[in-house]
């Protein structure tokens, strides 16, 4: 039986110039096909709890009343996306034609738009930092906490939340490229599991510590095995 290979996106120099915007020089403007609406099923919603941190949905009407104004929008098709950039949606404002609007936001910038809507003082997620005397995710998260490490040019990230939400597994998505705590947390729980941190996504799947994105490694992590 072939071994199952685990996708991941190589950190380095190229991902960061990637992160930063890459070849992109205005803010880009979705493609004439990528229509989002409160119905569609090929994109992934990410909403927003009060600490800042994200969780996907896979339809906009799974995302909370109070937190519908400001929306994360991932596309399926990977040629929509545009690396150093993440749409964003409002579900409350008024749609053209049954779409809803879509504006680009940088990465980096994500941070700060989050912490001018929710008034949030200090680093995002800091409210359950995880330190070196954590015992992993049954400590710092909760037994059944299922945690996405990543960044948002990353495919494989992507690729990997979709998973989850169509195995309907609640989770967190953490960006360790604009949540510093994020990163310091995967490092440490890397570096207790023995795994190396060259390539993302590094998923906590209740304790189980995985590195890229295998559905089959995330199945036995779910099932405790």
Same mark, same amino acid.
């Given at each position: ?28 403007? $979705? ?23 994200? %969780? ?11 937190? @519908?104004?400001?929306? @994360? ?12 950039? =993440? ?32 008034? %949030? ?7 359950? $930092? ?45 960006? =360790? ?14 570096? @207790? ?6 390539? =993302? $996504? ?24």
């Amino acid at each position: 039986m072939a071994a199952a290979v685990a996708l991941g996106c190589r950190r380095g120099p190229a991902s960061t110039a990637a992160a930063d915007g890459g070849a992109v020089s205005a803010d880009p403007v $979705p493609e004439p096909g990528f229509t989002v609406r409160s119905d569609s099923t090929d994109v992934v919603f990410f909403w927003f709890d009060a600490q800042g941190q994200s %969780h996907a949905v896979t339809r906009a009407g799974e995302v909370p009343e109070a937190a @519908r104004e400001l929306v @994360r929008v991932d596309p399926s098709r990977p040629e929509l996306r545009r690396p150093g950039w =993440i749409w964003m949606t409002n579900l409350r404002a008024p749609s053209t034609g049954g779409a809803l609007p879509l504006r680009a936001v940088r990465a980096e910038s994500l941070a700060t738009v989050l912490l001018a809507r929710v008034g %949030h003082e200090g680093p995002l997620g800091s409210a359950a $930092p995880t330190t070196a005397a954590d015992s992993g995710a049954a400590t710092a998260h909760g037994p059944s906490q299922v945690i996405v490490y990543g960044a948002s040019w990353c495919s494989a990230c992507h690729q990997a939340a979709a998973y989850l939400t169509r195995r309907h597994v609640a989770f967190i998505e953490k960006d =360790i490229e604009q949540d510093a705590a994020a990163a310091q947390e995967m490092r440490e729980k890397a570096r @207790r599991a023995g795994v190396a941190t060259g390539s =993302i $996504p590094i998923l906590d799947v209740r304790g189980h510590v995985l590195v890229g994105f295998s559905a089959e490694a995330i199945d036995r992590a779910l099932a405790g095995s």
